[in-house]
Every structure is written in C-alpha cells, then in structure tokens.
C-alpha cells in the first residue's frame, strides 16, 4: 500500500503541471507533428486492439501516468489481490473473482486453504444440471422438460447474467425461453412471467447473501405464482434452484440442498457472472461455452498480471481514466459498444464501476480531495449517435469515449455490391473517433459555403479524446477478454485513488430506511413518523391513497 496521500506523490504534483502546459494543445497539433501517432499509440493484447492515440496525451504524460502506478504501488496491489490477501479491508475478505477463472491446476490460497478445487467442483455441478436442462432431461413436477429459465436477482447477480445473456445470443440454445426478473415492483414479475406455464419453468434464485429484499420478495412470490397452478409443495425441488454462499437461508426457502451451488464471500457481487451466478449463462450457451467465456477472462487476467505497464490494456485505461477524471474535471465517461448485442454492456459496467470506485474516502478512512469514479453510461452505436452525441460532439462537458467495435458481424446481412451492414456500422465507429478528435473549423465550415451568421453552429471544435476497441468477433472468449478487461481497469483506479473498490456501504442506509418506511406505509393504525417533513408528507400521501383502494 503506499504510504504517500495521492496529492503528495511526486508524478500528481508533476501530472497537475504537466497538464497545465497541454491544456492548450489540440488534438490535430499532436497528430500534425507526429504522423506515426496513430499506430504508436496503441497497445494489442488477447485479441483486442487498443488504439489510444486519440486521447489528449503525450510520450511524457504516459510517463508520469506510469510512475503514478508505480509511486500507487500497483504492481505490490495486482500482486496482493491475486494471492488471496485481504484487500477488501473493511469487510476483511481476499477478493478473487479471478479464482473463478483460474485451471484446474492453479494453487491460490485464502487462510491457507487451496481454493481452486472447491471452484470446479461446483463448475463441474454447473455443468451437469446445465447439460441435464439443455437436453430436455431436467423434468418439471409433472414430468414436462423445463424449457423457461427465470434468473431471479438483482445487481450483481442480474445484471451479468443478463448482459451475458443478451451479448451471447448467438451462441444460446434458442428452443429455451429466458427471462430476468430484478425490480422489487411487481410488474417486472408479471410481464416475465405472464406467458409461460409454471409446468415449464425454472426458477434460479440468485443472491449472494439470499437476504435482499428485491430477491427474497420475487422469489416468494415465483413460489405462489408456481404453486398455485401445481398445489404441491414438492413441486418445489424441481422448479427452484439457488445460487449463494448462503445456504442456509436458501434451505429456510425450501430449496433442495442438491439443487444449490454455492460461491464465496471472496467473490464481490459484482465481480460475480462468472461463478454459480452465470448459472443461466452456462444453460444459455453450454458447458463448453461458459468455459470458453472463463478462458477469455483468465487471458485477461494474466496479461494485467505479467505484462508490463506501459502495455497493459487494464493499466492504460484505468490510467486514462484517472487523467480526465482528476486532471480535466471529466464526470463521466461514455461506453459505446457497436455491437447490438452488448446492448446492456453499459448497464452492467456502471454497477462494476460505479459501485467500486464512487467512494469518498481512502482505505485508512481518510476524505479524498481529488475525484473519484467518474459516472459510466452509454448506448450501443449507431443509435446513440441519434440521441445524445450531439452533446459529446457540441455540448459544453468533455466526455471520453470508449468506442468498441469488431472486425465480423455474427450476422452478417446486406448486399455484395454494395457496403454491408457491418460496413455501415464500422465506418461509423471510425467517423465517431474522428469527428470527436479532429471536428471541423470555422474556415472549413465557411469553405462550405455556410453564411456567416450559421457558422459558429456549425463548427465542432473536436479535441474530443476517445479510446478505440477492435476485437475480431463477438464470441464468449471475447466476452469474458473484455468484462476482464474493464474489471482490471477498475481496480488500477481503485488502487490510484487509494480506495476499497470491493465494499459498497454507500447501499446501506437507503435499504435500512426502506424498512421502516416499508412498515410505517403498510402500518394498519396511524403510525407516528419521526421522518423530516418532506418525507413524512409523502408517506400521509401514499397512505391516504392505499387507504381509498
Ligand atoms: O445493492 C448492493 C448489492 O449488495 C450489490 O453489491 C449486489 O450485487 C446486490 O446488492 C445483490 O446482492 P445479493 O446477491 O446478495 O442479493
């Protein structure tokens, strides 16, 4: 850990002036004097080709955004996590989602303990459940084959699967039907469920700590929904499996001990898709896929291990990150995958990040006077580009992109003589890049022949910075290279800002007073409410409403 404050190690106070001096420095000037910019300035690691020459750096700004790693001790961190020590301080826990992803025949260690055999060990019951499902052999209470699949969970343990889900399409069993169910409000139940026979379907309850509310409740009602139609408790054990560390509180629900698959506290919940909780996944895309998904993430995992710095994907945009988000004031960052079926990639990345790094003081508790995670969002191309990239093109915030596109459609439509969908598509990525980077001046719009009262509107002032992904295909393999990726990414910031990306305390006090709100609107006699005016006029309102129905 480093003992300096952020503010007081050398490179930040050598960062601030060093930015100072670019200011100023456009992105055309940086390309003009130096042509081999562009195939310079990227990096290429487990099929994925970043070119970051599009950003508003310099040979010396990546020098000192490499020694702020240094001076972080992030080689001490990478290394830290990876051997199971307790980086996870306030909840004194080792955080090794890369575990889930490591072969067969890796030792890693928490308390002495080998915990690589205990995960494929459950990989292994996964994969047999998930095979018996696929093949029509997993029978229903009436001895119909399953063939809807209900993810019951919320966050961490909904927002992978699904997103999974959605990006691996391709490659799932199509007579299958699936569906996510997350919202504690009772239509995200109902309009998932409103089509298909109780006889048919399958419900996994996902939930690291089997106590969320959201979950707890949907899962309940999943149980009268199913046992209304088959009036047999028994049913249970073949309509609910549970995914959890807690499996106990899974057995109080009444799920068989057999139908469980457990995980570990060691697994944050969002850094969880790839144990138990990719359960749907594993059915969706077989065994065999799910493994190849794990192999892509544990590529990933041993380039951020090994390579070095000024090369590692992760490292470069974490760094990146930190240098607009501190340097520049940038409070958000767009992720804007040209891929229609990353199209809940962006939902999934800002649990990731922001749940990991929106935190407001360092490890020792001490306030941080510098940003941390800046907000992530984002649509897939091209249809954001009809919607809100007016503002990243004209608006007054700087956004960084991150553009990420592949070189083969897995569905490649449209016609020979002419540019493809995917032809389309890509050159929109490129033009996005370069429009941002570049923009158009004054003297180009007036060239156009625009009157001159229309020529401030149009011009785009570019010096625009964007990250540029290329990856070959959508596949698991790339999935899991990418999630990877964007996960490493997140701990080299966590580890700049000196800050536990692994808890999320910052969820605690909403869900507590949830509680007592809950109670205080369903209370049968007047309760007295102790809450602050405002709060306390909206909870009289929803009772006076309840009251009428
Ligand atoms: O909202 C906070 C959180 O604890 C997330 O970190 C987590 O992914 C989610 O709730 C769901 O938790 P669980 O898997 O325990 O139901």
């Not at 807690?246 to 898709?273: K, L, Q, T």
């Not at 295909?473 to 080299?492: D, K, N, Q």
């Not at 006699?525 to 405002?534: I, K, R, Y």
Request: aromatic fraction near 10%; include cysteine; charge should be negative.
């Amino acid at each position: 850990m480093p003992t300096e404050p952020l503010p007081t190690r050398p490179a930040w106070a050598a960062l601030r002036s060093h930015h100072g001096e670019l200011a100023g420095t456009h992105l055309r000037d940086l390309f003009a004097t130096d042509p081999d910019r562009g195939e310079r300035l990227t990096a290429e690691a487990c099929g994925i080709y970043l070119d970051y020459s599009k950003h508003r750096i310099t040979d010396q700004t990546l020098r000192l955004l490499l020694q702020l790693a240094d001076e972080s001790d992030l080689r001490g961190r990478i290394d830290a996590m990876f051997s199971g020590a307790k980086i996870n301080v306030t909840e004194d826990r080792a955080v090794l989602h890369v575990a889930l992803r490591a072969p067969k025949q890796a030792v890693i260690e928490v308390d002495g303990l080998n915990v690589v055999p205990g995960v494929h060990e459950v990989l292994d019951r996964m994969a047999e459940f998930a095979t018996s499902v696929r093949e029509g052999k997993w029978l229903g209470h009436t001895g119909k084959p399953i063939v809807n699949i209900v993810n019951i969970g919320i966050g961490g343990s909904d927002l992978g699967p699904v997103m999974a889900y959605e990006a691996l399409r391709h490659f799932s069993a199509r007579e299958l039907t699936f569906r996510f169910v997350s919202n504690i409000d009772g239509t995200d139940f109902a309009e998932a469920t409103r089509d298909l026979d109780p006889a048919e379907t399958l419900f996994i309850v996902s939930s690291k700590t089997f106590t969320t509310l959201e979950t707890m409740t949907n899962a309940s009602t999943a149980r009268d929904w199913l046992l209304a139609e088959l009036q047999d408790r028994s049913a249970i054990a073949k309509h609910f499996v549970a995914v959890s560390t807690n499996a106990e509180a899974a057995s109080e629900f009444g799920i068989d001990v057999m139908n469980m698959f457990g995980f570990w506290d060691w697994v944050g919940g969002r850094y969880s898709m790839d144990s138990a909780i990719g359960l749907s996944t594993m059915i969706a895309i077989g065994a065999d896929g799910f493994r190849d998904l794990l192999a892509g993430f544990h590529e990933m995992d041993e380039h951020f291990r090994t390579a070095p710095f000024e090369a590692n994907l992760p490292v470069l945009l974490g760094l990146l990150t930190v240098w607009y988000a501190d340097f520049f004031g940038a409070q958000t960052q767009a992720v804007l995958p040209y891929d229609q079926y990353l199209k809940r990639f962006p939902a999934y990345l800002q649990q990731l990040t922001m749940e990991s790094n929106g935190k407001h003081v360092t490890l020792t508790g001490d306030a941080v006077d510098y940003a941390t995670s800046p907000v992530y969002w984002g649509e897939p191309g091209t249809n954001g580009q009809h919607s809100f990239y007016q503002l990243i093109h004209q608006g007054t915030e700087l956004i960084p992109c991150d553009f990420i596109g592949f070189l083969h459609s897995m569905n490649p439509l449209g016609s020979t003589s002419g540019p493809t969908h995917h032809d389309l598509l890509t050159a929109n990525v490129f033009a996005q890049g370069e429009a941002l980077a570049f923009g158009k001046t004054a003297d180009e719009v007036r060239a156009e022949g625009t009157p001159e009262w229309l020529v401030p509107h149009r011009v785009f002032e570019g010096n625009r910075p964007s990250s540029t992904m290329l990856i070959e295909r959508l596949t698991p393999h790339s999935l899991g290279v990418l999630i990877a990726l964007y996960e490493h990414s997140v701990f080299t910031q966590g580890t700049i800002w000196t800050i536990n990306s692994f808890d999320q305390w910052g969820v605690e006090l909403g869900k507590v007073l949830a509680k007592k709100v809950a109670a205080e609107l369903g209370a049968p006699d007047e309760p007295e409410l102790g809450h602050d005016s405002s709060t306390n006029a909206l909870i009289r309102r929803y009772r006076a409403a309840r009251r009428e129905v």
